[in-house]
């Protein structure tokens, strides 16, 4: 199973300002996203993830993680002190797809200071 990789500052940004410039809506849901009941997969509804999309200024970090198109990336939204989302996208593919969405909670520094830093 391949794991995820943190990207740099440099790529970080490269990758917001590409998020920045697309509509949320020149996204195609990926199948994936649903589960077999048609219902999100992780409980994050389309609304909902649009509304996270658009708080550029709140994304704490990027990750991918190799995919057979390019990579899958992790967009990491810290919207509140308790409130983080992950919205993950191909973005090297095209049309560009939303893959899936899910809460993560609070602790999403702790969790990732752990996974790549072994803390």
């Known amino acids: 199973m391949e794991e995820d990789i943190l990207v740099g500052e440099q790529e970080k940004k490269k990758i917001i300002a590409l998020l920045r410039r697309t509509p949320f809506e020149n996204f195609e849901i990926h199948p994936h996203y649903y ?11 389309i609304a909902k993830a649009k509304s996270i999309y658009s708080c550029f200024d709140k994304i704490t970090a990027v990750q991918k993680r190799p995919a057979k198109s390019g990579f899958k990336y992790g967009i990491i939204y810290r919207l509140s002190k308790r409130n983080s989302y992950y919205l993950l996208f191909f973005l090297d593919e095209k049309p560009m797809k939303l893959f899936n969405a899910y809460f993560s909670g609070e602790s999403v520094e702790k969790r990732l200071l752990r996974k790549y830093f072994g803390r």
Do not use: A
Not at 35 to 45: C, E, K
């Open 35 to 45: 589960n077999i009941h048609g219902l999100p997969r992780h409980g994050v509804d």
